[in-house]
């Protein structure tokens, strides 16, 4: 029988608030927030009343100020929870750029998580007693492993772009290659910052083939610097034509030019060296030529989102003077995070084991197969009949542009439909169903088929994962 409740059924506020069982929530909440709160409720309420629709409590019931506590703590809890949210990364790509790219160690986070309780000597010299500059806390180490006379460090590489163009092109021209006009993620491209930077862009070459004689036919009196950008989001094979980095600095100091690279993810080490692809590092880039290199701190490196630009002294004292360096700079918590990540670089033999990002690229198909055969009865008694899981071989990616064509092997969670009727919108409510759970699950779907890629999720998360998937179906 539905009951039918009318305005007058409604408590008032003050009577709620002043009630027993409103001090507990009161006590944890404050005033503000729970009396906001319940008016918030009691309007939902009202609503309801309105359009005849049955009500979430009733308002006849015995000790009904509990009822509504009890309402309210759930609206609240609700209300207060982080919209940022801890998830599964089960798409295959490492570096995935909307979860967060790298993941740091827990010596990186223990750093962090210390600069966040404590002062410390972000711009302080504790020699002299003096004001310090917050670059000097890892300038030196990014020198020992690039090979550069100076560093400096702003939020992020499109910052590092940007800053070091304003500071050495502002009102002039900039040559580069048309085949290296990139577009990355969020719509980020080359010529719109060069816009920003108030430099102006001369590009040269054709899409696919620029030759040295382009750069030198482009030189002028207005010309501030030769610019290479590392095409690190995509590939152009075929018919191809690309000058060196070596060649392009050649040429830019004949004519007393600094030549620049945008090296976009950019390394520090040789990763061939744990059988990943090739990708050109910072030192060689500097060793070929390049007077400023700009990469990320976040992607290849392994830690935390930092844009790095290293190079020759004079230009980096240039950099540091552009008023847009204050804005662009980093927070204490930033550079705890990176030194501790940079001092790793200095044991690379040992990246692999203590380096997050590495140890997860370096991941053995073995164990991550061993991980999704743990999984797959847990799972599949979690999907229900109507679907199947089974082990199946799977390609991961480096991911947030770099190496783009390069594919990594590995192994995962296969989930097919095979009830009644087209799978493709029963893979999309399990897929949301996935993105429900209190710790939302993160795959992807592709030939009918929705793919959980394991090489992410560690040995010491699987217990997690199959307690999660089983507190989901005792809920139901």
Not at 100 to 113: D, I, K
Not at 128 to 144: K, N, P, Q, V
Not at 359 to 367: C, E, G, I, N, Y
Request: proline share 4%.
């Amino acid at each position: 029988m539905t009951l039918i409740f009318s305005f007058r059924d409604l408590p008032s506020l003050d009577k709620l608030l002043s009630s027993d069982a409103f001090k507990p929530l009161l006590a944890d909440y404050g005033h503000q927030l729970v009396s906001r709160q319940v008016r918030l409720v009691l309007e939902d309420l009202r609503q309801s009343i309105r359009e005849n629709k049955p009500l979430a409590i009733d308002l006849k019931a015995p000790e009904l100020s509990h009822k509504m506590a009890q309402l309210v703590r759930s609206s609240l809890n609700q209300s207060m929870q982080s919209r940022l949210r801890l998830v599964f990364n089960l798409t295959g790509v490492v570096l995935h750029t909307n979860l967060g790219r790298a993941l740091l160690p827990e010596m990186a986070v223990e750093a962090v998580v210390e600069a966040m309780r404590n002062p410390m000597n972000l711009e302080y010299d504790l020699i002299s007693g003096g004001r310090g500059d917050r670059d000097d806390l890892i300038e030196d180490l990014l020198c020992e492993l690039t090979g550069a006379e100076a560093a400096t460090v702003v939020n992020n590489n499109a910052a590092a772009v940007l800053l070091m163009l304003n500071s050495l092109a502002y009102e002039r021209e900039v040559v580069v290659s048309r085949g290296e006009l990139v577009e990355i993620g969020g719509a980020f491209r080359i010529p719109d910052i060069m816009k920003r930077a108030n430099a102006k862009l001369v590009e040269i070459g054709t899409t696919n083939r620029t030759h040295a004689r382009d750069y030198e036919q482009a030189i002028s009196d207005k010309t501030s610097m030769l610019m290479k950008v590392h095409c690190s989001n995509y590939e152009i094979s075929g018919f191809t034509k690309e000058v060196s980095v070596a060649e392009v600095s050649t040429i830019a100091q004949k004519h007393g030019l600094p030549a620049t690279v945008d090296l976009g993810s950019g390394t520090l080490v040789d990763l061939t060296k744990w059988g990943l692809p090739a990708e050109v590092t910072v030192r060689q880039t500097i060793e070929a030529g390049a007077d400023i290199v700009t990469f990320s701190g976040d992607k290849l490196l392994g830690g935390p989102q930092a844009g790095l630009i290293v190079g020759r002294a004079d230009l980096i004292a240039q950099i540091k003077k552009n008023p847009l360096k204050r804005a662009l700079r980093v927070g204490k918590i930033t550079l705890a995070a990176l030194e501790p990540i940079l001092q790793l670089y200095r044991s690379p033999e040992l990246l692999a084991e203590r380096l997050t990002t590495m140890r997860l690229f370096t991941r053995a198909p073995s164990a991550i197969k061993q991980t999704a055969e743990a999984l797959q009865a847990s799972l599949q008694q979690w999907v229900g009949a109507d679907f199947q899981v089974e082990v199946a071989p799977m390609a991961s990616q480096i991911g947030s542009g770099a190496m783009p064509v390069e594919l990594l092997d590995s192994y995962g969670l296969a989930i097919r439909y095979v009830g009644a009727g087209r799978p493709g919108r029963h893979l999309l409510a399990l897929e949301e169903r996935l993105r429900g759970l209190s710790k939302p699950v993160i795959g992807r779907i592709a030939e009918d088929t929705l793919l959980l890629d394991m090489r992410c999720l560690e040995s010491h998360q699987e217990a997690e994962f199959s307690e999660q998937l089983q507190q989901d179906l005792t809920s139901i």
